[in-house]
């Protein structure tokens, strides 16, 4: 789908199925909509439905209205998501179930932008989230829009973050929440997040890839609402990441945006973001986008080489558990985002993820792994003289430092100490 395809789903008149409706769902490859009050993932034809939406959305959304909200004490407006609710999905109030959530925080570090070698170098920190991820940007609406269809059970598979949001909003909302995880493949505190929250976990035998081919076949067989990112419904939020971070800059746009890429959501959501605020006049021009992937899970980064001519799969291996995917369900999605803004894939290894983490760590930010494949891609890119040192250029942290405690254990330099309980004992070790 080229960039003007892309446009035209937020510009084109409703289809008739969504006669009088504010959204309906597009497929992204042929002409079909269905309406948004449906349970549907695909187009009959196979290909992912987008949310579209009558024009001219926008003159409801005004940067006046958007500043506006952000002193306003309405809970819709103290979202970082329901703020830009004209923009998001059209649901009344009740159905709305918010933490809330976004409303994040931009970082900038000397000692990182020194490790790039890019001086104007921020850091978005979508780990800053109730749940410790972006994912729950997504999974607002998502549940959102379950509460809304009056359904009572929600399933996703997940490397862990979308197990905890979804838990937590599926708890706020009453509803029950099966998560799907590859056996052994997740971190402590994301499985605990989940346990905690309350949802009832399936350890799949097999990999990430695996437990989604199977929350799949569960959904259509058993009646579960799939809040994957396959779900479109999630992507609408996290397109606020984007919308958000232009409102802090003053809707100045930065040349690059990154992004850690594993299911390509956030590299889909970031495209949809941009195309939409570039055609409500909000920007005058698109950044360009760097996805970027773990080597030992590069599937995007394979087809990027090759002109995308292929959707490609791996077996995915990387210490980046968090975007450890080796089929991506949003490929065709993020191919056209990639085409749309000049965008680039990149790759990096699992040493250069953790010197990056490690970087970030040290600088008091911290995150976990997958998100350090940003700050790792920026300065691979800025070797390469893609990205110019006069560059302004705009990191997405998609999770907070304790998401992985195992990578953070494994890979500090710094250890603990034991020491007698003597005064003596503390003297000699701030010596050594
Ligand atoms: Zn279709």
């Not at 997504?138 to 269809?149: D, I, N, Y």
């Not at 973050?161 to 029950?176: D, E, K, P, Q, V």
């Not at 076949?217 to 397109?239: F, I, T």
């Amino acid at each position: 789908m080229s960039s003007q395809e892309i446009a035209k789903t937020g510009s084109q008149q409703g289809p008739s199925v969504a006669n009088g409706a504010g959204e309906w769902l597009q497929c992204i490859s042929c002409t079909s909509a269905y309406s948004v009050e449906m349970v549907r993932y695909h187009c009959d034809c196979g290909s992912l439905l987008t949310v579209a939406r009558r024009q001219p959305w926008h003159e409801r959304l005004t940067p006046e209205i958007l500043l506006a909200r952000q002193i306003s004490s309405d809970p819709l407006d103290q979202s970082g998501v329901w703020s830009f609710r004209e923009a998001i999905v059209s649901l009344p109030r009740q159905s709305i179930v918010t933490h809330p959530e976004g409303r994040t925080r931009l970082y900038s570090r000397s000692s990182l932008s020194a490790y790039a070698g890019v001086e104007r170098l921020a850091f978005k920190h979508e780990g800053e989230n109730p749940t410790g991820s972006f994912k729950d940007r997504g999974m607002t609406v998502a549940v959102s829009q379950a509460k809304h269809l009056g359904l009572k059970a929600v399933a996703c598979a997940s490397t862990g973050n979308t197990s905890a949001s979804l838990a937590a909003y599926a708890a706020h909302a009453g509803m029950r929440a099966v998560v799907f995880l590859p056996a052994g493949k997740i971190s402590t505190s994301k499985l605990a997040q989940a346990l905690g929250y309350g949802a009832i976990c399936l350890a799949v035998e097999g990999d990430f890839d695996a437990a989604m081919t199977l929350v799949q076949e569960s959904a259509d067989k058993l009646g579960l609402y799939l809040v994957n990112s396959l779900n479109p419904m999630r992507l609408e939020g996290q397109k606020t990441i984007i919308f958000e971070l232009l409102m802090q800059r003053g809707f100045t746009v930065p040349d690059w945006i990154v992004v850690p890429a594993g299911n390509l959501g956030n590299t889909s959501a970031f495209g949809k973001a941009l195309l939409e605020a570039h055609a409500a006049g909000w920007i005058n021009r698109l950044p360009r986008l760097a996805s970027i992937q773990a080597s030992g899970a590069n599937p995007f980064y394979l087809s990027y080489v090759d002109a995308f001519q292929s959707a490609h799969i791996v077996k995915a291996h990387t210490v980046a558990t968090a975007i450890q995917i080796g089929a991506p369900v949003n490929y065709s999605k993020a191919k056209a985002v990639i085409t749309a803004t000049n965008g680039i894939v990149a790759q990096v290894s699992d040493a250069e993820i953790m010197r990056a983490k490690a970087a970030i760590d040290q600088s008091g930010i911290g995150c976990e792994p997958a998100s350090a494949a940003t700050l790792a891609g920026v300065q691979q890119l800025r070797q390469q003289g893609v990205i110019r040192p006069s560059d302004d250029v705009v990191c997405v942290l998609t999770g907070n430092m304790l998401k992985d405690p195992e990578a953070v254990l494994a890979a500090a330099n710094n250890k603990v100490r034991p020491i007698a309980a003597s005064l003596a004992a503390v003297e000699a070790a701030l010596k050594s």
